[in-house]
């Protein structure tokens, strides 16, 4: 049986990645741009020794800009690599075009890389899919063209690689259902329908566990969140299950919709994109463990979680000190001041600026000395991102901190080194920007 449980790690495990968490629906910033990753309806190959996620970039919002690639050796420190696709002067790839759902798949007899995505205008009338090839999964792609598959609509996509190798694309046509469609040889073209639900889902996602396939989807309601659900079936052509929800009813799958299910080891990962219509560039990402056993899938939410990047194996985040904003030692300006949504009903305002305002927890307690990550509770009003440097022990990083909406102190996470003992954290200021207003910080302690 093949289980994603909360269990404890291996050595190596606990050695390399014992408290580096993901953190669902926060702020992730990239090791090397100092920004809110944009990798939106999103997928994950494996290439080597290093997992590629690839996205949309929805920093203009929902017309396409980039087709963004990052890479990990652990699934939580991501660096920015480059765009695939970027917008062009005119085309399926040129202004005001919609490209979305973009996933790559790694042909091993042509040896080359293949991504298909959702192609369409700005009103979404055309209904396209379109697909590129690639010499390197992180490299630059030739576009080829747009279509619809075998004369049907298709939106929302995915795809998905047997054991065979055989490829198939998953399209979601609003007239008839849910599609499987089989592709060629060389993944580049449309060759045979293999299933269609007569149901109404989008965003798919399959894997397979043990001879079960498992489709995963939404329901159709737009960029608002909804419970999602899954079907099961030892065949792709069918017969499929009926349709279940695998988070808690009513929930909303934790306020996400499915993006893609990645086979990690032996266990399996959700990632589900939490949209913010009103403003694409601030959406986040919900990562969480998927329990899969014979022909039930099940998920349940969490604040952190640890993933093991060898086994696949979960655990609950560490046990954290909560150090509350107004504790800390200001400087240049920064001041302590009424939030009534905040924790204490205060918070840390005009961090950065000039003369580059500060906060400074002196007293951070570890129980080891190990990489951790750490949670920033923030205000930030404004429509994009606000930066900070965030400081331990004298070494400085850049962090990003998305707007929070209005709803209350958002979460934004810095991965960072830390002494056993007591440590010191410094929050400050940015190129003379301002900075998030600051809640309260969490440290794991153990």
Aim: contains cysteine; negative net charge; hydrophobic residues 35%.
């Amino acid at each position: 049986m093949r289980l994603l449980r909360l269990v404890g790690f291996g050595l190596s495990g606990l050695i390399v990645n014992a408290t580096l968490q993901i953190v669902p629906g926060a702020t992730w910033t990239a090791t090397n741009t100092g920004q809110h990753i944009q990798a939106h309806g999103a997928g994950i190959i494996k290439d080597g020794e290093k997992w590629y996620w690839i996205g949309e970039d929805k920093t203009n919002g929902t017309a396409f800009t980039n087709i963004n690639c990052y890479s990990s050796t652990n699934l939580v420190e991501w660096s920015y690599e480059g765009a695939l696709i970027s917008r062009t002067a005119s085309g399926d790839t040129g202004p005001d075009r919609v490209i979305e759902r973009p996933k790559v798949m790694h042909n091993k007899r042509t040896g080359k890389y293949v991504l298909w995505a959702h192609i369409d205008s700005a009103d979404y009338g055309e209904a396209k899919i379109g697909v590129a090839i690639g010499d390197s999964v992180c490299g630059k792609y030739s576009y080829l063209r747009s279509e619809r598959p075998l004369g049907f609509e298709s939106r929302d996509s995915g795809v998905f690689v047997d054991d065979d190798g055989k490829g198939y694309l998953l399209t979601e046509d609003r007239r008839n259902g849910l599609r499987i469609n089989a592709l060629s040889d060389d993944y580049l073209s449309v060759s045979s329908n293999v299933y269609v639900w007569k149901e109404k889902y989008e965003s798919p996602a399959m894997i397979k566990h043990e001879g079960v396939y498992f489709m995963f989807a939404s329901q159709l309601t737009g960029w608002s969140p909804n419970d999602n659900y899954y079907s099961t079936s030892t065949s792709l052509s069918g017969p499929w299950s009926s349709w279940q929800k695998f988070a808690d009813s009513g929930s909303n799958t934790y306020a996400s919709q499915t993006s893609f299910v990645l086979s990690v080891g032996d266990g399996y990962v959700y990632m589900g994109d939490r949209w913010h219509s009103e403003n694409l560039m601030r959406s986040t990402y919900v990562w969480l463990p998927v329990e899969i056993s014979g022909t039930t899938a099940s998920m349940k939410n969490a604040v952190n979680w640890i993933l093991d990047p060898g086994t696949g194996a979960s655990r609950a985040g560490p046990k954290e000190n909560m150090y509350e904003g107004e504790t800390a030692e200001l400087a240049n300006g920064a001041i302590s001041q009424a939030c009534s949504s905040c924790s204490g009903s205060k918070a840390i305002g005009y961090i950065g600026g000039v003369p580059s305002g500060s906060a400074t927890f002196s007293k951070v307690e570890s129980s080891a000395t190990t990489r951790t990550t750490l949670r920033i509770k923030h205000l930030n009003g404004d429509k994009q991102q606000r930066y900070a440097a965030i400081s331990v022990n004298g070494k400085s990083q850049r962090a990003a901190f998305l707007p929070d909406g209005g709803g209350g102190p958002a979460s934004s996470v810095v991965h960072v080194n830390v002494e056993q003992g007591v440590n010191e954290v410094k929050v400050g200021g940015v190129d003379e920007g301002w900075g998030p207003d600051i809640d309260r910080v969490f440290v794991p302690v153990e």
